[in-house]
């Protein structure tokens, strides 16, 4: 028994040393720490009234609707609830679309339980419904459940690229095209896989705009580095805003055939399009349009997820990739992969399901749907138009218009003494300003320099796909901060 | 618009070619074309006697209770329902603790929404709950939640492992140990990451025991070839069903501390032991028993999950593992490599704090939930028996016992013709006979030769955590079968 306790006592003390060090190691990410001890307060507790001894914190460094007070669509989680508990599914208080929704989906389970495994790829009815989806989309261009293949989460699938860029080192070592700013998680991700970035700037004067000169740029800086093989497009843009037009997608189209190169589109936004004057439009689209010397050969992966939309069910963990156009041997590549890699989440998959075959008019659950669908769309459009217009009555900012997604990402003309107290504090001055921000004003952002920027300039990102309420709170915040530090150091 | 027409022409006749490969590609895995065509049938359409123009098929090719027909418990439905569906929580009909333990969930969830995402290691009051789990469960032996890593389905965790063996090549290059037969999904998913596997074998005549010679004989023939890094352990064992002493259990902690070897021990089948002479005792807590020699420095991953255990929720993907004595820079690659892995699903997570913190006696849930348990226990035990009873009086057939999980692996004797026929077809004499199982009963089970097998000998995995009427059926078309196929051979 002594020898238990001593023991015991060691694997403590010896935990204590690995926690001991992980602390250490997050206070690198100091941001982290913060994630994990102060909670985003905007969310049922406050509604509660709870008395903290901070400020509530207002985290917006995610792109996620839930956390920041958004409401789940009823629809999307009564089908959900019904499939996970089906005496539900003759609740009466449950319309009867979603009673036959959830019995058509169990019929589609193994056993008639969201409990059983699926395909490795998905359950083959909810590829259909998303290969039917994507074909409506796009006004009836064909697409193949077979070549559509579901995940938990789009993130996971974006995994799947390494398996397209073989590992090597020196001048053959593959390369893939990144937009700078863009998406920090994916680089990251990437950077643990030995793939060499190659970053191409996105023109802030054209409001973020992606020009092929841009793309030629990049590309000439990887001459003798390593030899890039895909180029990463995010439309809309993270965190820019910023929607490619047909143009625009026909340009980069054409540059990946001329060089080349496999054509990853990041389309998760494709549903948060507000801007009057354009839309979305999908790549594989434009794509088909342009002539078979294209259509036929360009390699291209399509990403969505149930993230974002109309849902924004980050939690849930359902996400797509479509492939196109991909040589036989690299889809055998990806189809081995993915049966290593077990079957991704039932609810996330039913999650799928509702985004590619949402209720229409004339069922029942059509009213309430659309109410709660428009109701999300109209207040991103305003709470984008609300930012914009407070962001441009403050003094050192400029603000691009932004077209699509949950972010907006103003540049911050940051006065030259804050920038040598940061370069002081060896840190980029939106570096400074962020820290300052969450401590006076706990509103949690991160700097431009997360997503990449240019040189000597600085930039925050905001995530703006909260509640009016939220939003309110957050820009009255944002704005005393604001005037309070380019006072300071004015 | 002609234009149109022809270019969709295209991208359909391209799809199709795309179609007509992976078609190919499949036939090479024929079972994987039954998979999708012909769907198991054991379930609801089933007991709705649908008319179908084939057998039933009987598919016991996956660990998957309830594609077998076995029922979910009532309290996990119910939670994760009342989670997605908050107004459910003040459905009369669900009890107090399911409401209370919805709430306490939401409150866990950022913005009190399992819509939204959370930390990439998992929602701290679950890691909480894990840790408490593993520390009842070991009789005091503390668990840090810091060292709990949750993920969606414990395959994905395992797939985390390979960033504990750096990639090299030749004699250098990272090996590990792992069991024949053993669990062939995670043996391909190593494949694919460039991994030296090191086959060390399970002893049949001694009831698939894990023995230290047999280490010591693998771990010769590495030699020259790779450099064995980390030993994989299944316990209890699939496709085995074999269940570690606590000397076994000791003896493999010596060899792996000698061996200088990190210790993998795939412990998802821990709540499922059933022999009344054996408990399961995890690996953590021998260990912690051992002494500083050992308790303080042996590497050790544990893995669970909530596919199997007293819920069998496979497409929930819940999934932990637990580090244990890890360099702090190996700790430091593995939270890196999460942080770029996005959350895992919250289903799942709401699933594990449910096994980690299950109804207590005098909670209103309790005599539902353990009722539901039990039967699910009883259920398995009692297949377990009658399955190896009918496999004890089939000529040609023997059976080792079985104290744990959800298979059974019995050694088939075939006759010389049948050996003959199958090599004259190319392949190994259990598999033509699992083709014709197939082909003439519609019985879906897998060969010894997909698990790994000693050289001339064949065997057959059968999983038996299905109901006892499916479990009848599937017997009576095995044994007509069997019978039939000695007979045709003899
Ligand atoms: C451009 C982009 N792609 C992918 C994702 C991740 O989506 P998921 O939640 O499906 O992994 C995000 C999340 O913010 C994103 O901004
Ligand atoms: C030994 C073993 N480990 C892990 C798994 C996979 O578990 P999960 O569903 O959590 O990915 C299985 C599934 O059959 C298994 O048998």
Request: with cysteine; glycine share 8%.
């Amino acid at each position: 028994m002594a020898l238990r306790v001593s023991t015991s006592l060691r694997l403590e003390k010896r935990a204590h040393q690995t926690i001991h060090w992980r602390r250490v190691c997050l206070s690198l990410e100091k941001e982290q720490i913060q994630m994990t001890h102060q909670k985003s307060h905007i969310g049922p507790e406050r509604q509660q009234g709870v008395q903290k001894p901070y400020k509530d914190m207002i985290d917006i460094t995610w792109g996620d609707p839930h956390r920041l007070g958004m409401k789940p669509i009823s629809f999307v989680r009564q089908v959900i609830a019904a499939c996970l508990y089906p005496e539900l599914v003759h609740n009466d208080r449950f319309p009867i679309d979603v009673q036959l929704r959830a019995q058509r989906l169990l019929r589609a389970c193994e056993g008639g339980s969201v409990g059983a495994y699926t395909a490795t790829c998905g359950i083959p009815h909810v590829q259909r419904n998303l290969a039917n989806f994507i074909s409506r989309r796009d006004g009836g261009v064909p697409s193949h459940p077979e070549n559509i293949f579901i995940s938990s989460g789009s993130v996971t699938a974006l995994t799947v690229r390494k398996t397209l860029l073989p590992h090597e080192e020196g001048p053959s070592k593959a390369g893939i095209l990144i937009p700078v700013p863009g998406f920090a998680t994916f680089h990251s991700m990437l950077e643990t896989q030995g793939v060499e970035m190659v970053p191409y700037h996105l023109c802030e004067e054209e409001g973020w705009a992606l020009t092929v000169e841009d793309l030629r740029r990049a590309l000439q800086t990887t001459r003798g580095h390593c030899s890039p093989r895909a180029l990463y497009i995010m439309n809309p843009g993270n965190p820019t805003g910023y929607v490619q037009s047909r143009e625009s997608i026909e340009e980069v189209i054409r540059f990946a055939a001329e060089e080349n190169l496999f054509l990853l589109a990041d389309e998760v936004y494709q549903s948060n399009v507000y801007a009057v004057d354009r839309e979305f439009i999908s790549y594989k689209k434009v794509l088909s349009e342009m002539g078979p010397d294209y259509s036929d050969t360009v390699e291209l992966v399509s990403f969505n997820s149930v993230s974002k939309g109309f849902m924004g069910e980050c939690g849930l963990r359902g996400g797509y990739m479509e492939l196109i156009n991909l040589d036989p041997e690299v889809m055998g590549v990806v189809y081995t992969l993915f049966s290593t890699l077990s079957c991704p989440s039932v609810i996330g998959q039913i999650a799928l399901d509702i985004m590619a075959d949402p209720p229409q008019p004339g069922d029942p659950s059509y009213p309430t749907f659309s109410a709660e669908v428009h109701h999300n769309q109209k207040t991103l459009a305003h709470n984008v138009r609300v930012t914009q217009e407070v962001l441009g009555g403050l003094p050192g900012v400029t603000c691009q218009p932004v077209m699509g997604g949950f972010y907006i990402f103003p540049r911050l003309h940051l006065p030259p003494k804050a920038q040598e107290q940061a370069r002081a504090a060896g840190m980029e001055a939106d570096k400074l300003y962020c820290h300052r921000l969450l401590e006076e004003e706990a509103v949690y952002a991160r700097p431009g320099g997360h997503y990449g920027q240019k040189e000597g300039t600085h930039h925050v990102r905001l995530c703006v796909m909260t509640t009016t309420e939220n939003l309110r709170e957050l820009l009255r915040r944002f704005q005393a901060f604001h005037l309070r530090f380019m006072k300071e150091f004015s």
